[in-house]
């Protein structure tokens, strides 16, 4: 122990946490603290809350939502949904967009039981409209791929797509909606349970500027 703390971290985080937030604070963390082992999966936030309570992990990072009161929920940053478009849509050249103007359209959505397709699902049925999803994808490269290749129109965070919009023919459209902005948060059984390894990468987490996704 005199080389300093030592001990593993199990992680399950969304991939919005995973593309956005999670590469730079871990490098950071590990640079501290090179003596910790952190192992992260990555999941949904459904699948992330279960496997928090079931101590299957020690930290989970997902979309604040009810997941039941066998884990406790702590804030971590704020992403925004986009919606992206092929260059060459009917959409591409507008700075905002309401998600009613892109119901007409095939999408491109996220792997079953996603956070965004369950949002996609409720907000289009609000409006009356059917989502016509062509095909479901469990990356965000993959989707943007898609995009790209004309399959059809996406909604990803948009720290998410800034990492594809320099190298894929694909344009950024703001989502007016009240849904787009979301909470990130951090999962956990409770403070008290965390070991002291597993306290220090929360409080690490925490102590980051809350800025929004870039």
């Known amino acids: 122990y005199g080389a300093g703390v030592r001990g593993h971290v199990r992680v399950?985080?969304?991939?919005s946490a995973i593309t956005q937030f999670l590469p730079a604070q871990l490098q950071s963390f590990m640079a501290l603290h090179?003596?910790?082992?952190?192992?992260?999966?990555?999941q949904i936030s459904t699948a992330i809350a279960q496997s928090v309570a079931e101590n299957a992990a020690d930290v989970g990072i997902l979309n604040q939502?009810?997941?039941g009161d066998r884990v406790v929920q702590l804030p971590y940053r704020t992403d925004e949904l986009v919606l992206v478009v092929p260059t060459g849509h009917a959409l591409a050249r507008r700075k905002s967009a309401r998600l009613a103007d892109a119901l007409p359209y095939d999408?491109?959505?996220a792997h079953p039981g996603s956070a965004i397709n369950n949002q996609l699902t409720r907000a289009a049925s609000e409006a009356g409209l059917p989502l016509r999803l062509?095909?479901?994808v469990t990356s965000y490269d993959a989707l943007c791929l898609m995009v790209a290749a004309g399959l059809g129109v996406g909604v990803m965070p948009r720290g998410s797509a800034a990492l594809y919009k320099g190298s894929q023919p694909i344009r950024v459209v703001t989502l007016n909606e009240p849904w787009a902005h979301r909470q990130l948060v951090l999962c956990v059984r409770s403070e008290e349970s965390l070991s002291s390894v597993a306290r220090l990468?929360?409080?690490?987490?925490?102590a980051q500027p809350p800025n929004s996704a870039p």
């Open 107 to 109: 999408f491109v959505g």
């Open 12 to 15: 399950v985080a969304n991939i």
């Open 201 to 206: 990468l929360v409080d690490h987490l925490r």
């Open 65 to 67: 939502g009810q997941y």
């Open 34 to 42: 090179p003596q910790v082992d952190v192992r992260l999966q990555e």
């Open 134 to 136: 062509r095909m479901q």
